[in-house]
Structure formats: structure tokens, C-alpha cells
């Protein structure tokens, strides 16, 4: 029979440039092009180095974050989909009806305790409690 291989470590990225994987690469490309665009249109300091600050933070954190295990881009999705999203709570307090019903006392039927360490010893007292019970009710 012949034997396959098994893939591990699916849920993983591969590194592809450097330590980086390639989302993470466009992540920090992104925010490069950003800072060097806010540079080029010859921003005051005042305005370029927080709006800079913001941007590059924002990409950054989307390519290294982790929120609960997960990546800062599906939490961040997940967060825009729950905003946006329409939801209806609906809530209708219902009160309960009871339903009284005659009450049935089941007969009380004897239990005999199993005690025994052995079928044998088993069966021949439940076969004496039998006996005995059949003389009482004679």
C-alpha cells in the first residue's frame, strides 16, 4: 500500500520575502507608499507627521496584529460586517400555561439489592427472596 504524506501547518502563512509573508509585504509597502505620498505633497509637519503616524500604524498593525489568534484584517472585517449589518432583536414574553393533570401514584414495586459477588450466589438468593415471598402472600 503505498503511503502519502500528510501536509501540516496548513493554517500557516508561507514566508516568502524574508521573514515577511507576501500580505504582510504589501502591508508594509502600502504604508511606505502612503508616508512617502503624504511627503511628496509637501504636507506642514503639523499635518504630515500624524497623519503619517496614523497611517503607517493603521497598516503595520494590519499586517503584525493579533487580536484572540486572529489577524487585525479579519477582526477589523468582522467589525465593519457588525456595523453595518442590519440585526433584529425580537423578544416576546410569553406566559406560561400550566397544565394540571390527575396525578398517577405508580405502585411501589419491591427491589431486591444485587450485593452478590457471583451469578450463582446471585441467582439463588434472588430465587430464596422469591420463595418467600410467594409463602407470604399465601
Known amino acids: 500500500m503505498q503511503q502519502f504524506q500528510v501536509p501540516q501547518y496548513i493554517e500557516i ?3 516568502i520575502i524574508g521573514p515577511l509573508s507576501i500580505k504582510q509585504f504589501i502591508y508594509v509597502l502600502a504604508s511606505g507608499g502612503g508616508a512617502l505620498l503624504f511627503f511628496a505633497l509637501g504636507l506642514p509637519g503639523i499635518i504630515f507627521w500624524p497623519l503619517t503616524m496614523a497611517w503607517v500604524g493603521f497598516f503595520v498593525s494590519m499586517a503584525f ?14 467589525a465593519i460586517n457588525h456595523i453595518t449589518s442590519t440585526r433584529l432583536y425580537i423578544w416576546k414574553r ?3 400555561k400550566i397544565k394540571s ?7 411501589v414495586a419491591m427491589h431486591a439489592p444485587r450485593l452478590t459477588e457471583s451469578r450463582l ?8 427472596i422469591n420463595e418467600k415471598l410467594k409463602e407470604r402472600d399465601k
Do not use: T
Open 94 to 96: 410569553e406566559d406560561k
Open 101 to 107: 393533570s390527575p396525578q398517577v401514584i405508580a405502585p
Open 13 to 15: 502563512e508561507d514566508k
Open 121 to 128: 450466589k446471585n441467582l439463588s438468593w434472588s430465587l430464596d
Open 65 to 78: 496584529v493579533k487580536i484572540n489568534g486572529q489577524p487585525f484584517v479579519m477582526v477589523l472585517n468582522n
